[in-house]
């Protein structure tokens, strides 16, 4: 159970990353992935990589600048621009659906302007999910200029697209449904530099 603590990527730029492993029976045609991220970095980074044998940006959430958000489904990206943290913690979600094609992205519990992306797409069941780096193959092909370093924590993913209040309640760390991938019940590997310690504050 990883109540109150975080996951601590030391080194900048790293090698380390932490693998998540999910129950998938089935693939995604919609999700919701939420996380909370503490970082000083303005280089690239990636917070959130799934990768398929087919597509290695199956799923991402890319921050490629400080002031901008790429989310990725079956390869293709949409951007969000978003205001230049205040070195703070950053709560982000991002949901998609295939039937619509609509991805919406949350930032600290505020909706940004819904973007289309990839309109009737399945997302692969069988899948590498990665913290603090960004996968080019299967599980691997990292760039470490791309990696993460800082803290990640509340760390989710549904097979679903979730309400309004559901956004909110994931970054006011409220109760919330049952997840694919949930904090409190994660099941996860550390490979190489990444510290499990408690948040310094709420």
């Given at each position: 159970?990883?109540?109150?603590?975080?996951?601590?990527?030391?080194?900048?730029?790293?090698?380390?990353?932490?693998?998540?492993?999910?129950?998938?029976?089935?693939?995604?045609?919609?999700?919701?992935?939420?996380?909370?991220?503490?970082?000083?970095?303005?280089?690239?980074?990636?917070l959130f990589s799934y990768a398929t044998?087919?597509?290695?940006?199956?799923?991402?959430?890319?921050?490629?600048?400080?002031?901008?958000?790429?989310?990725?489904?079956?390869?293709?990206?949409?951007?969000?621009?978003?205001?230049?943290?205040?070195?703070?913690?950053?709560?982000?979600?991002?949901?998609?659906?295939?039937?619509?094609?609509?991805?919406?992205?949350?930032?600290?519990?505020?909706?940004?302007?819904?973007?289309?992306?990839?309109?009737?797409?399945?997302?692969?069941?069988?899948?590498?999910?990665?913290?603090?780096?960004?996968?080019?193959?299967?599980?691997?092909?990292?760039?470490?200029?791309?990696?993460?370093?800082?803290?990640?924590?509340?760390?989710?993913?549904?097979?679903?697209?979730?309400?309004?209040?559901?956004?909110?309640?994931?970054?006011?760390?409220?109760?919330?449904?049952?997840?694919?991938?949930?904090?409190?019940?994660?099941?996860?590997?550390?490979?190489?530099?990444v510290v499990v310690k408690p948040r310094?504050?709420?």
């Open positions: 159970d990883l109540y109150r603590k975080v996951f601590v990527f030391r080194k900048n730029p790293s090698d380390a990353y932490v693998v998540l492993r999910a129950r998938l029976e089935q693939p995604l045609h919609n999700f919701t992935v939420c996380l909370r991220s503490y970082t000083d970095l303005s280089r690239p980074h990636s044998k087919a597509q290695d940006n199956e799923i991402l959430l890319f921050k490629p600048k400080p002031e901008e958000y790429r989310f990725y489904v079956g390869g293709k990206f949409v951007t969000f621009r978003v205001p230049e943290g205040r070195g703070d913690w950053e709560h982000v979600c991002a949901s998609w659906e295939s039937a619509t094609g609509i991805a919406e992205f949350w930032l600290n519990g505020k909706p940004w302007p819904r973007k289309g992306l990839q309109r009737g797409y399945t997302v692969g069941a069988t899948a590498a999910i990665l913290l603090g780096q960004e996968q080019d193959s299967f599980g691997g092909g990292f760039d470490f200029y791309n990696s993460f370093s800082g803290e990640l924590t509340d760390v989710y993913l549904w097979d679903a697209t979730l309400s309004p209040d559901k956004m909110r309640a994931a970054f006011l760390s409220l109760r919330l449904p049952p997840a694919l991938l949930a904090w409190n019940s994660l099941s996860y590997e550390v490979k190489g530099d310094l504050r709420e």
